[in-house]
């Protein structure tokens, strides 16, 4: 069965502070590996990965991808509070036989203190 | 466009009760997708619609629950009968491809209906 592990599952760091967050996956016939931030609200799109090695950057936040060793790491660095999210992995695979169907980890939740 | 539109934003009902959840998309997605967003399961996939047609449903944990979009620019998510373990926070989502995540916008899911079942 398709999986996502997400790991911490929770994380408290103070501003300033750089943090690592884990994405793990176990899909049939992958095809990309996405990244959403989750605040009250609806989740929004960070990053979407394919290929291994290749650093996604947006301004604080940058991701990469191992598909060989099948994770993802989601890094932020100088946190500030309006980082303080749930962060979501996702991926893409064709266990369900068609595209668009996201195979979610249950999160990371970010706590951010002044 | 206003976005993916949800109603209600928050549903308190008692146990038995059918609940029945509304989603709008935005003009011109073909894909719709229905998911259900809990602490211990995470966000997950019930059902899924390309041009209104139920594509994918395997994953609607049981005959309680049903989805029909009727027409393009509507879609219901029902629960008849609601149970406790029902209570979530259930998203629908539109895109103009398959790929759900084409967007860098929070457009593309709407806000959710909070559901809690006592």
């Known amino acids: 069965e398709d999986k996502v592990v997400q790991s911490p599952l929770s994380l408290v760091v103070h501003e300033g502070d750089t943090v690592t967050l884990n994405c793990s996956y176990e899909?049939?016939?992958?095809?990309?590996l996405l990244w959403y931030k989750q605040e009250k609200k609806a989740p929004t799109f960070l990053f979407m990965l394919?290929?291994?090695?290749i650093e996604k950057k947006s301004g604080r936040l940058s991701s990469i991808l191992d598909k060989k060793e099948l994770f993802s790491i989601l890094n932020i660095t100088a946190t500030q509070t309006g980082d303080s999210a749930v962060y979501l992995c996702?991926?893409?695979?064709?266990?369900?036989?068609?595209?668009?169907?996201?195979?979610f980890g249950k999160g990371t939740k970010l706590s951010v203190k002044p | 466009d206003a976005g993916v539109i949800q109603s209600p934003r928050h549903e308190v009902t008692e146990m038995g009760q059918e609940v029945t959840l509304r989603c709008k998309p935005i003009?011109?997605?073909?894909?719709l997708f229905w998911y259900r967003q809990t602490m211990m399961r995470g966000l997950e996939l019930l059902i899924y619609?390309?041009?209104?047609?139920?594509?994918?449903d395997s994953g609607m944990p049981e005959d309680r629950f049903s989805a029909k979009m009727p027409n393009a620019s509507f879609s219901t998510l029902k629960i008849q009968p609601s149970e406790p373990r029902d209570s979530a926070v259930y998203f629908c989502?539109?895109?103009?491809?398959?790929?759900?995540?084409?967007?860098?916008?929070?457009?593309?899911f709407g806000q959710g209906t909070r559901l809690t079942v006592v």
């Open positions: 989502a539109s895109s103009l491809s398959q790929k759900l995540y084409f967007s860098n916008t929070e457009a593309f």
């Open positions: 899909v049939t016939n992958f095809r990309s």
């Open positions: 394919t290929s291994s090695g």
């Open positions: 996702a991926v893409e695979g064709t266990a369900r036989g068609s595209q668009g169907n996201l195979i």
């Open positions: 003009s011109g997605h073909d894909y």
């Open positions: 619609f390309n041009n209104n047609v139920p594509i994918d």
